[in-house]
């Protein structure tokens, strides 16, 4: 089975950028729409929230707290989605994953950590 694996967090002072990775080895997603997510300190198990969207056609949309901050890209060719993270708050601080959009049980991957410090 295709996983999805995410990558390029790290630890950001506010104001900073990060830009995460998220690829897979095939092109089993190609047909599918990507979505990134999040998951907030104190929240656990599969209570995360929906950051952004990555669709073939590159119409991406976006959860409201993201405020024009963050830009979502797809490559096809590399079977890779991008999240581009600009003007980083800490309230951004999450582990952030890809998965299916809708989610998909099975396809949630580990995760990558991005921490913004004040």
């Known amino acids: 089975q295709d996983q999805l694996v995410e990558s390029g967090g790290g630890v950001v002072q506010a104001g900073g950028s990060l830009r995460l990775s998220c690829t897979t080895s095939?092109?089993?997603?190609?047909?599918?729409?990507l979505a990134w997510y999040r998951q907030t300190p104190g929240k656990s198990g599969d209570d995360r929230e929906f950051?952004?969207?990555?669709?073939?056609?590159?119409?991406?949309t976006y959860a409201d707290f993201v405020k024009g901050r963050f830009t979502v890209t797809r490559d096809s060719a590399a079977n890779a989605v991008y999240l581009q993270m600009d003007e980083l708050e800490p309230e951004d601080t999450a582990v952030y994953y890809c998965?299916?959009?809708?989610?998909?049980?099975?396809?949630w991957g580990q995760g990558t950590q991005v921490i913004v410090s004040s």
């Open positions: 998965n299916l959009f809708p989610p998909i049980s099975d396809y």
């Open positions: 095939q092109n089993t997603f190609s047909s599918f729409i």
């Open positions: 950051v952004a969207t990555a669709a073939m056609d590159n119409y991406p």
